[in-house]
């Protein structure tokens, strides 16, 4: 999302649908700063979809910042006029990740099996336009980006490698939970290889996400292609 804000071209929208998913989802994971989400976005998918999704915007290009998890209880076929890039990253990192927030996330939360039914639905379609891996863009940003872009019929803009350090307009309301990492960055970090240990019930969940992750990861642009 940093990366899109960068291009004059461009709008971008953080997690639309956030009060939507927390209005409907069933999930006993605790999610920070829920009063506030459900105060700051309209908590009615459709309305979402049709006033924020559809626009319109003063830019050309508009790209929503999408958690696969939040598009519960709505008829998907938006998706389909729209150009689609799926964002994954390794399961055991993302677990990692998560419950530093969320301690006790399930596959609800961590979205991984929906991004895979996603990703049958949208490849079905023809309208999956990418498949973009953390790992992969963190070992060649402007390489993976340049053919983000192509694939979106796009010109690359080189501003899309780095930003300024701290808090953006479009954050949502959740950023101070969040986005601790990004608000210090100020571009792509180098990507190091990490040993991730996961208590059992975690270890358990990542393992359960593998099945979905790997043909994702297969179908990923790659840094050294």
Same mark, same amino acid.
């Given at each position: 999302?940093?990366?899109?804000?960068?291009?004059?071209?461009?709008?971008?929208?953080?997690?639309?649908?956030?009060?939507?998913?927390?209005?409907?989802?069933?999930?006993?994971?605790?999610?920070?700063?829920?009063?506030?989400?459900?105060?700051?976005?309209?908590?009615?998918?459709?309305?979402?979809?049709?006033?924020?999704?559809?626009?319109?915007?003063?830019?050309?290009?508009?790209?929503?910042?999408?958690m696969t998890h939040h598009l519960i209880e709505l008829d998907l076929g938006f998706l389909l006029e729209m150009h689609n890039v799926l964002l994954i990253r390794?399961?055991?990192?993302?677990?990692?990740?998560?419950?530093?927030?969320?301690?006790?996330?399930?596959?609800?939360?961590?979205?991984?099996?929906?991004?895979?039914?996603?990703?049958?639905?949208?490849?079905?379609?023809?309208?999956?336009?990418?498949?973009?891996?953390?790992?992969?863009?963190?070992?060649?940003?402007?390489?993976?980006?340049?053919?983000?872009?192509?694939?979106?019929?796009?010109?690359?803009?080189?501003?899309? +490698?780095?930003?300024?350090?701290?808090?953006?307009?479009?954050?949502?309301?959740?950023?101070?939970?969040?986005?601790?990492?990004?608000?210090?960055?100020?571009?792509?970090?180098?990507?190091?290889?990490?040993?991730?240990?996961?208590?059992?019930?975690l270890e358990s969940l990542a393992q359960e996400c593998l099945p979905y992750y790997?043909? +994702?990861?297969?179908?990923?642009?790659?840094?050294?292609?």
């Amino acid at each position: 999302m940093y990366s899109f804000a960068q291009r004059k071209d461009t709008t971008v929208v953080d997690e639309p649908l956030y009060a939507h998913f927390l209005t409907n989802s069933t999930t006993d994971a605790d999610h920070p700063g829920k009063s506030e989400i459900l105060k700051s976005q309209h908590a009615e998918g459709n309305k979402v979809i049709n006033e924020v999704l559809f626009g319109p915007y003063p830019t050309p290009v508009a790209i929503f910042k999408q958690m696969t998890h939040h598009l519960i209880e709505l008829d998907l076929g938006f998706l389909l006029e729209m150009h689609n890039v799926l964002l994954i990253r390794n399961p055991r990192a993302i677990i990692a990740s998560y419950s530093k927030v969320i301690p006790n996330p399930g596959m609800q939360d961590i979205g991984v099996k929906q991004q895979f039914e996603l990703y049958q639905r949208l490849k079905s379609a023809g309208k999956l336009n990418a498949i973009v891996d953390a790992k992969e863009l963190l070992l060649a940003p402007e390489k993976v980006l340049r053919e983000l872009c192509h694939r979106l019929g796009i010109d690359f803009c080189k501003d899309m +490698l780095h930003w300024e350090a701290g808090a953006r307009p479009e954050d949502g309301s959740w950023a101070p939970y969040w986005y601790a990492n990004v608000h210090q960055s100020t571009g792509f970090h180098p990507y190091h290889e990490k040993s991730i240990a996961l208590r059992p019930d975690l270890e358990s969940l990542a393992q359960e996400c593998l099945p979905y992750y790997s043909p +994702l990861y297969e179908e990923a642009i790659k840094a050294s292609n």
